[in-house]
């Protein structure tokens, strides 16, 4: 089998996703979305370009050096990477930082369980607009965890 990865560009292609993910937020389909897993390095390289679609398609970005972890992505998939969250509004970055801090609140005073585990990943990919049935499914351990991404 030939590996079609061969003659990708990694730059282009993390943008081809942003740009993608962009205008989905841009007309209303995502309310949130992420841009994939990226080094500090790669986000410099691909920062100034990213700014631009964010400005063309009239969203905001966030650069967030620590995803919340959830049933969506594992920990080994972002770890040591940043990513960006594209939004409209103000209030869903504010719905994602406040599920983050009540998760890391758990997490400190050790009542983080199996049931928060999942309601907070309920709540993560409904502020991405996944519908119930893949969220559901994604709960159950459906599926793969962790998106294709570019290697």
Do not use: H
Request: charged share 30%.
């Amino acid at each position: 089998m030939t590996d079609f990865t061969a003659d990708i560009d990694r730059a282009s292609y993390q943008l081809g996703m942003i740009n993608c993910f962009a205008e989905m937020v841009a007309v209303g389909v995502k309310r949130l979305a992420i841009s994939p897993p990226l080094s500090p390095e790669e986000y410099e390289r691909i920062r100034k370009a990213s700014d631009l679609i964010v400005s063309g398609s009239g969203i905001r970005s966030y650069l967030e050096k620590s995803l919340l972890v959830t049933a969506l992505q594992s920990a080994e998939f972002t770890e040591g990477k940043w990513s960006i969250l594209y939004f409209r509004d103000e209030s869903t970055l504010a719905e994602y930082l406040s599920l983050k801090e009540e998760n890391a609140s758990m997490e400190a005073q050790g009542t983080y369980g199996p049931e928060e585990s999942k309601r907070i990943s309920r709540e993560f990919m409904r502020l991405l607009s996944y519908p119930e049935e893949v969220i559901e499914d994604k709960i159950r351990g459906g599926g793969e965890s962790d998106p294709f991404i570019l290697e």
